[in-house]
């Protein structure tokens, strides 16, 4: 069975670091990409970067670019998403989802429950 | 790159159809045949029922069908059911490494 576990809601100040994750199981981790998105308290989703595990090939979207740091550890497979200081604005739930074939064609077809951040401003 | 846009709400009774519409650019929707749709229940991570425009994964059922036209995406579910009620987003790929979400629309079973 494919899982995509992630780790446990974080409380953090501004201006802290921060690394989530998002291990996999069930598949074969290191070829398939795993994404991350963004959603914000009541608000939609927001897709903010992908990685091919295998060769930490990674692309950003335009709008996350230089805000995050997305980055794998395919000898355990674990994928991760970190910022160097975090902002109020930062206050969100964020999703690990894997990619079902090839990118950009393939959708999301696994997802993570989801960690929630919270940055108390 | 802007979110597609799609109606805030919509609702049907039980049987009924309804369709949500996802509008975008000739730079994404317009320009690819990778619109996906997902379903999300609130408090739980998004469902994928919709790939590539018209694909169903396997387990979703065929109640749930897309299509495209121009610029716009659209999904129609049909014999409205109540676990139906919950917020559903597009996305589509928009070219230069970046994907797009819809706003969501959340359905209602009235």
């Known amino acids: 069975e494919v899982q995509l576990v992630q780790s446990g809601a974080e409380v953090k100040k501004p201006g802290d670091s921060l690394k989530i994750s998002c291990k996999g199981s069930?598949?074969?981790?290191?070829?398939?990409?795993i994404g991350w998105v963004r959603q914000m308290p009541g608000k939609g989703l927001e897709w903010m970067g992908i990685i091919y595990p295998t060769d930490s090939d990674t692309r950003y979207s335009p709008s996350f670019q230089g805000q995050v740091t997305i980055s794998a550890d395919k000898s355990i497979s674990t994928a991760y998403l970190q910022w160097s200081s975090l902002k109020a604005s930062d206050t969100a739930m964020y999703y690990c989802?894997?990619?079902?074939?090839?990118?950009?064609?393939?959708?999301?077809?696994?997802w993570g429950q989801g960690t929630l951040v919270t940055v108390p401003s | 790159q802007s979110a597609l846009t799609q109606p805030p709400s919509a609702s049907g009774s039980p049987g009924q159809s309804v369709t949500i519409s996802c509008t975008g650019t000739?730079?994404?929707?317009?320009?690819?045949?990778?619109v996906s749709w997902y379903q999300q229940h609130p408090g739980k991570a998004p469902k994928l029922i919709i790939s590539e425009v018209s694909k169903r994964p396997s387990g979703v059922p065929d109640r749930f069908s897309g299509s495209k036209s121009g610029n716009t995406a659209s999904l129609t579910v049909s014999g409205l059911q109540a676990e139906d009620e919950a917020d559903y987003y597009c996305?589509?790929?928009?070219?230069?490494?970046?994907?797009?979400f819809g706003t969501g629309t959340k359905v209602t079973v009235l």
């Open positions: 996305s589509s790929y928009a070219g230069s490494n970046n994907y797009v």
């Open positions: 989802a894997r990619l079902s074939g090839s990118y950009p064609k393939t959708p999301f077809d696994y």
């Open positions: 069930g598949y074969s981790f290191s070829t398939y990409w």
């Open positions: 000739s730079s994404d929707v317009g320009a690819y045949n990778y």
